[in-house]
């Protein structure tokens, strides 16, 4: 399947001398978003403004561009511009380059069948902005901005077939072309079907749907798995980070785990020095950098099971080296090689377990164990046995935890 996308608007409410497709939302370019998630689509850009041309020739130099020269003509006119992009009897997907989209939107392409199909939304950010639509079975039967009677939103997101070209072609005599009119009449021939999409979606027409996306997106940042630490604390720093590193195409989720990885096996380093204090601030850093690299690839639609793996790979290695690192940097008696032992396999078991059985025990997650580690490292200043204190709370509490996996897994 090809894919259209418009971004041929003029955009006159975002009051921005940037065109806007390419203001920036969390980072990176409003259309980006559509081009990555399309990836294995050819795809097809309607444009105006050079600048959107250039950024995407420059990035993304595999995708087709569509120049509009009547922008005022409206987006229909805009989808009538790629017509010549597309085969007879093709059907294509169609997006609007300053709409931003959940994932299920894009999961659930290749569910629809019929010829003509517009995604639709319980939600909208602004209904006096947005178009409605109305439906009657699996039908859409109007479709319109002022509509009062209405049933869902219309987000923009559209599965059609090639034959819409002779529909707008019938309105090619009109000043202007807009894309409900066209789907209009689609819908009076009973041509225009419906699928509800529940994920968020906006239209994002001003800053303050811009900076209302950016705390939509922050927040799916936080994952369900992650531990009180992360979400209060951990992730509030790695959004933000997050943000400024997407811009730059040499970072990527597997370079970044490996600089995160580094930064830990430092803090290990210092800790074999007794450089306790600093070691343990390096390790609450390590922490919070280590969810950048889930947050760039979920930005940039860069997730693999490679990096899955690799991730947690490193992570085990970097939690062993730095509980190694303190045991050799205190006096060590039976019960120090005891406490190495619980602390080191309960890292391990930990996590092994938690993977097996989905079950992540609340109360000693890595960002807390870690936090534990910064904390022990602070009060050593003060306290000669914390480091020693250190091992045993995380061996026992991480054993507690593998058994309240087990016990909870058993009974689900």
């Given at each position: 399947?090809k894919?259209?996308?418009?971004?041929?608007?003029?955009?006159?409410?975002?009051?921005?001398?940037?065109?806007?497709?390419?203001?920036?939302?969390?980072?990176?370019?409003?259309?980006?978003y559509?081009?990555?998630?399309?990836?294995?689509f050819e795809?097809?850009?309607?444009?105006?403004d050079k600048?959107?041309?250039?950024?995407?020739?420059k990035?993304?130099p595999?995708?087709?561009?569509?120049?509009?020269p009547?922008?005022?003509?409206?987006?229909?006119?805009?989808?009538?511009?790629?017509?010549?992009?597309?085969?007879?009897?093709?059907r294509?997907?169609?997006?609007?380059?300053?709409h931003?989209?959940?994932e299920?939107?894009?999961?659930?392409?290749?569910?629809?069948?019929?010829?003509?199909?517009?995604?639709?939304?319980?939600?909208?950010?602004?209904?006096?902005?947005?178009?409605k639509?109305?439906?009657?079975?699996?039908?859409?039967?109007?479709?319109?901005?002022?509509?009062?009677?209405?049933?869902?939103?219309?987000t923009?997101?559209?599965?059609?077939?090639?034959?819409?070209?002779?529909?707008?072609?019938?309105?090619?005599?009109?000043?202007k072309?807009?894309?409900?009119?066209?789907?209009?009449?689609?819908?009076?021939?009973?041509?225009?079907?419906?699928?509800?999409?529940?994920?968020?979606?906006?239209?994002?027409?001003?800053?303050?749907?811009l900076?209302?996306?950016?705390?939509?997106?922050?927040k799916?940042?936080i994952?369900?798995?992650?531990?009180?630490i992360?979400k209060?604390?951990?992730?509030?720093?790695?959004?933000?980070?997050?943000?400024f590193?997407?811009?730059?195409?040499?970072?990527?989720?597997?370079?970044?785990?490996?600089?995160s990885?580094?930064?830990?096996f430092?803090?290990?380093?210092?800790?074999?020095?007794?450089?306790?204090?600093?070691?343990?601030?390096?390790t609450?850093?390590?922490?919070?950098?280590?969810?950048?690299?889930?947050?760039?690839?979920?930005?940039?639609?860069?997730?693999?099971?490679?990096?899955?793996?690799?991730?947690?790979?490193?992570?085990?290695?970097?939690?062993?080296?730095?509980?190694?690192?303190?045991?050799?940097?205190?006096?060590?008696?039976?019960?120090?090689?005891?406490?190495?032992?619980?602390?080191?396999?309960?890292?391990?078991l930990?996590?092994?377990?938690?993977?097996?059985?989905g079950?992540?025990?609340?109360?000693?997650?890595?960002?807390?164990?870690?936090?534990?580690?910064m904390?022990?490292?602070?009060?050593?200043?003060f306290?000669i046995?914390?480091m020693?204190?250190?091992?045993?709370?995380?061996?026992?509490?991480?054993?507690?935890?593998?058994?309240?996996?087990?016990?909870?897994?058993?009974h689900?």
């Amino acid at each position: 399947m090809k894919a259209v996308i418009l971004a041929a608007g003029k955009g006159s409410r975002m009051k921005s001398t940037v065109p806007k497709p390419l203001i920036r939302l969390f980072g990176i370019p409003l259309i980006e978003y559509k081009i990555r998630r399309l990836k294995d689509f050819e795809i097809a850009v309607v444009y105006n403004d050079k600048k959107v041309a250039e950024y995407i020739k420059k990035k993304f130099p595999e995708v087709k561009l569509i120049y509009n020269p009547y922008p005022e003509k409206e987006n229909g006119y805009s989808l009538y511009c790629a017509k010549e992009f597309l085969k007879e009897n093709e059907r294509f997907l169609l997006l609007m380059a300053d709409h931003y989209y959940g994932e299920k939107f894009f999961r659930k392409i290749n569910d629809v069948k019929e010829d003509n199909y517009l995604f639709v939304s319980n939600y909208c950010y602004d209904p006096q902005e947005a178009t409605k639509v109305k439906v009657k079975d699996k039908y859409i039967v109007k479709i319109g901005k002022e509509l009062s009677d209405y049933d869902y939103f219309d987000t923009g997101f559209f599965i059609l077939n090639y034959q819409v070209f002779s529909y707008i072609e019938s309105l090619l005599d009109k000043e202007k072309i807009k894309l409900s009119d066209v789907m209009q009449l689609l819908a009076n021939e009973k041509k225009l079907f419906f699928k509800l999409i529940e994920d968020i979606w906006l239209d994002i027409d001003t800053k303050e749907e811009l900076k209302k996306a950016e705390e939509i997106i922050r927040k799916l940042l936080i994952k369900d798995t992650d531990g009180i630490i992360s979400k209060l604390f951990n992730r509030k720093l790695s959004t933000r980070l997050t943000k400024f590193l997407v811009r730059f195409d040499f970072i990527t989720p597997n370079r970044f785990t490996v600089f995160s990885s580094i930064i830990g096996f430092l803090a290990g380093i210092l800790f074999l020095s007794k450089n306790y204090v600093l070691a343990g601030i390096l390790t609450q850093i390590a922490s919070i950098i280590d969810g950048c690299d889930g947050e760039i690839a979920r930005i940039k639609n860069l997730s693999s099971k490679f990096g899955a793996v690799l991730d947690s790979v490193l992570d085990r290695y970097v939690d062993t080296f730095i509980l190694f690192a303190i045991f050799l940097s205190i006096e060590k008696n039976i019960y120090v090689y005891v406490a190495l032992f619980l602390s080191i396999t309960g890292s391990i078991l930990i996590s092994y377990v938690s993977h097996l059985t989905g079950i992540r025990p609340f109360f000693i997650t890595r960002d807390i164990r870690l936090f534990l580690v910064m904390v022990f490292s602070i009060l050593s200043a003060f306290w000669i046995y914390s480091m020693t204190m250190l091992l045993w709370i995380l061996g026992i509490a991480s054993h507690l935890g593998v058994i309240y996996t087990l016990l909870k897994y058993k009974h689900k």
